[in-house]
């Protein structure tokens, strides 16, 4: 039922005034917000439920269900949501990156991201760091270049809804393709990591003395008097020749690395399919580097919603691709949060909170749920049901066995199926 229809019928329990709705509903039993005291717009006034103060109603209009929320919300948690829209960018060269991570999004402690444009020939310089990172493309093409820690190399070419991972301390290299560059989101497997704080090749060549280059590479000082005396990070450079050419030149050594760092999300076959929408899911299971971080691509058609459901093992890292959603949280208080998402937007569920998300626009909602954990693993709500005793369904919830026989006795995802 939408929160609309929902609405009317909660209105239609409600003719005779707000104090005597909310006795009304209880004694009648209708749906609504059955604690006390009571919340949502229903048991508010006009008048009551106005916000006289000053306003700005683009920002308001972007997450519209903080002013205007489910009669069935209640509580409060932590901020869930945020963007990449509210970031500062850090522009050099060649591209820009920007940031959402525990310093503005407190909640996030597994994950941070990252949000960076590499135009044609830009380069994210050589480097390395603390944290493994798992990366999807979102625009364009972009070349990526790694060695592990056998001396194995690897190069390929990522387009959006390609993957790539590297693990911790892995050093590697980003760099935007023609004809317009790349675009992509990484998802750094620490709340707190920074794009900022990253080992970078250029400053500790920088900050060696030339003799020790010297001993170290075994060519003559005189070799590095060029050197950039300030770091890189991000700076414009000439875009490559073909994938072929790097191939032959990087391979010969120890060769390549046993499992690749990119992967193929957006091709591959959907694991759950319905009528209104589809999961694509990466984990160390199909993508064998990738031991820290699985992610699951969801697109949901309008209409559609990715079905009440949890996670038992990892907190849940969202990034908005396409369309519009809203998603509302559960947790014991009870609390119920509900928040929209538009492109760009990020948000972020606690291991075990209950969630759904729902399509509320006219076109494909496009959306990635990412995890710091080597497997995937979900609870359905309606799954559990339909394999628990009905009688202890019946019983618990006030349900007839028609009704319950009716859940769906496999997980769907995406409903309506
Ligand atoms: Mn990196
Ligand atoms: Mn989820």
Redesign the pocket.
Known sequence: MSQFSRRKILAAGAAGGALTATAAAHAAGVFGNPDMPPQGQMNSTPGAFAEPGPQDPVMASQVASFGNPPPTDVGGLPAFWSSFNLAPKRVQGGGWARQVNTEMFPISKDIAGVNMRLGAGGIRELHWHQQAEWAVMVYGSCRVTAVDQNGHAFVDDVKAGDLWYFPAGVPHSLQGLGPDGCEFVIAFDNGASSENNTLLVSEWIAHTPPEVLAKNFGVPESAFANIPLQQRWIFQGKVPGPLANDVNEIMPGAGPVPNPFVFRLSSMKPNKQTKSGMVQIQDSTNFKAATTVASALVTVKPGGM?EM???PTAD?WQYFIKGTGRMTLFNVGPKAITADFNPGDVGY?PKNFG?YVENTGTDDLVFM?IFKTNKYE?ISLTDWLAHTPSAMVQQTLNLSPETIAKFSRTVQDVVPA
């Open positions: 990715r459901h949890w996670h849940e569920v969630h749920e979900e």
